[in-house]
């Protein structure tokens, strides 16, 4: 069945960048579109952007280009998320999602991200 | 950037009781996608493209709805659905959801 495993919570200063990471299994990842989402308790969902596996090619939310950068490594089907310049804004859970012509079918557990001198 | 807008923000409802939770967007959207999220855990594709229900997914849900008025309803509300679903839009980008309406029982 499809999974898409994240990496474990990250504890960041500052001012540092931190990469996340997504494995995914049970589907075909060389033609699929990888999301990444933001979740912060109260304002609800943001979406970051896509990235197409088979090509790298990105789509971004206007509002995270210059704090995002989404990659892929078609050889372990694995999606990976920069986040730099990490700011107290930043602090979220982060999650990795099979994006399916605009929603979600699948998604990963989600990293929290907690940014702290 | 489509805004959505869900009312209500909470709600409790009793079991066997009907429940209407309600999107409504800021531009005309083709659809609507709903998610279900329990504390703690990733958020769950329920309804996608207004009124097709996810595998799994009780067939006491239906979803419905058109241009900028989308609504999801349980038919007969039970003790598992106690969660927050949250609206989203695949029409246009940016990708925009609602900011969830969490669903409690009485």
């Known amino acids: 069945q499809v999974k898409l495993l994240q990496s474990g919570a990250e504890l960041v200063k500052p001012g540092a960048s931190v990469k996340l990471s997504c494995k995914t299994s049970?589907?075909?990842?060389?033609?699929?579109?990888m999301s990444w989402l933001k979740q912060v308790p109260g304002p609800s969902i943001e979406w970051i952007g896509w990235?197409?596996?088979?090509?790298?090619?990105?789509n971004y939310n206007q509002k995270f280009k210059g704090k995002a950068t989404l990659t892929v490594d078609k050889s372990s089907s694995t999606a990976y998320m920069d986040l730099s310049s990490l700011t107290s804004e930043d602090a979220a859970v982060y999650f990795c999602?099979?994006?399916?012509?605009?929603?979600?079918?699948?998604w990963g557990q989600g990293t929290l991200v907690t940014v702290s001198s | 950037e489509i805004v959505l807008t869900q009312s209500p923000t909470t709600m409790a409802a009793s079991p066997g009781e009907k429940v209407t939770l309600t999107c409504r967007a800021s531009?005309?959207?083709?659809?609507m996608h709903w998610y279900q999220q329990r504390s703690g855990t990733s958020p769950k594709l329920w309804i996608y493209?207004?009124?097709k229900l996810a595998s799994g997914v009780p067939n006491r849900f239906s979803g419905s709805g058109s241009g900028t008025s989308y609504s999801l309803t349980i038919n007969s509300m039970e003790t598992e659905d106690a969660a927050t679903y949250y609206c989203?839009?695949?029409?246009?980008?940016?990708?925009?959801f609602g900011s969830g309406t969490k669903l409690e029982i009485k």
């Open positions: 999602a099979m994006d399916n012509y605009g929603w979600f079918a699948y």
């Open positions: 990235i197409y596996a088979g090509d790298g090619g990105t």
């Open positions: 531009s005309s959207v083709s659809y």
């Open positions: 493209e207004t009124s």
């Open positions: 989203q839009q695949g029409s246009s980008y940016p990708l925009t």
């Open positions: 049970g589907f075909t990842f060389s033609t699929s579109y």
